[in-house]
């Protein structure tokens, strides 16, 4: 399953500096609880269903689980980078512009009539992380982090949490879905390229290639209009071409 983490990108003024990123507030109505079984509609194999929830909201529990799965996850594509990273998404988690999507499975692994009309707890297996920005003064929808647990993966759930968040976008009228990759996490590149994510205009490589090799990642986007598309994207490269 591929994982996307946001890192803070460079602005397309200038490869080094850190944009002077604006928080866009909405308003979504929660996710149902429980939503219907996913096993279904998605075909992924699992009994699961969705929660929404908001970075100063998260228990303590689902707070340690986030950071437990962010470092099976992601401390090997950081490498050296890690231990410094991983103290900044920390901070980023828990503010309250993050919103969540939060991916539980039924603890008996299966779901009937009269459990889904009964309260009932399931355990984390994944989770979306992501919030309202503004992008070269666009409003985009920004994926901090699509993070699944290893007996999740490979399951279609990461591709049907990626057309969610883009419905979610296209519903509020954003002009486009980004989040940053790293270049050593090639599952996850492959990944966004299947589902027809680009190279943005704002990833180091696009502002200036030799800024672009000395950097660990990309910024990857999937335009919804032409304004975006045009101040987003240099050309609809596709990403196994840069």
């Given at each position: 399953m591929a994982t996307a983490e946001k890192k803070r990108?460079?602005?397309s003024s200038g490869a080094g500096m850190r944009p002077n990123r604006k928080e866009v507030h909405l308003f979504l109505p929660p996710l149902p609880h429980p939503s219907p079984?996913?096993?279904?509609?998605?075909?992924?194999?699992?009994?699961?269903?969705?929660e929404s929830g908001r970075g100063d909201r998260l228990t303590l529990p689902m707070r340690k689980y986030i950071q437990n799965l962010l470092k099976v996850n992601m401390e090997e594509p950081y490498g050296p980078e890690w231990p410094s990273e991983e103290k900044v998404k920390r901070q980023e988690m828990v503010v309250p512009d993050a919103r969540y999507i939060l991916v539980k499975q039924y603890s008996n692994g299966f779901t009937t009539e009269c459990s889904m009309n009964?309260?009932?707890?399931?355990?984390?297996?994944?989770?979306?992380?992501?919030?309202?920005?503004?992008?070269e003064e666009l409003p985009v929808v920004y994926v901090y982090e699509l993070q699944m647990e290893p007996s999740a993966q490979g399951k279609g759930l990461g591709k049907f949490l990626m057309q969610l968040i883009e419905q979610i976008a296209c519903?509020?009228?954003?002009?486009?879905?980004m989040l940053t990759v790293q270049k050593a996490n090639t599952q996850a590149m492959a990944f966004y390229s299947k589902l027809r994510y680009v190279i943005s205009s704002t990833s180091p490589s696009r502002v200036d290639p030799q800024i672009g090799l000395e950097k660990s990642y990309k910024i990857l986007c999937k335009t919804f209009d032409s304004k975006a598309k045009s101040k987003l994207e240099v050309c609809s490269v596709l990403l196994h071409m840069s």
């Open positions: 990108p460079q602005s079984p996913l096993l279904s509609r998605a075909g992924i194999g699992l009994s699961v269903y969705l009964q309260s009932v707890e399931g355990r984390l297996v994944g989770f979306v992380h992501y919030r309202f920005v503004l992008e519903k509020n009228q954003m002009g486009a879905v």
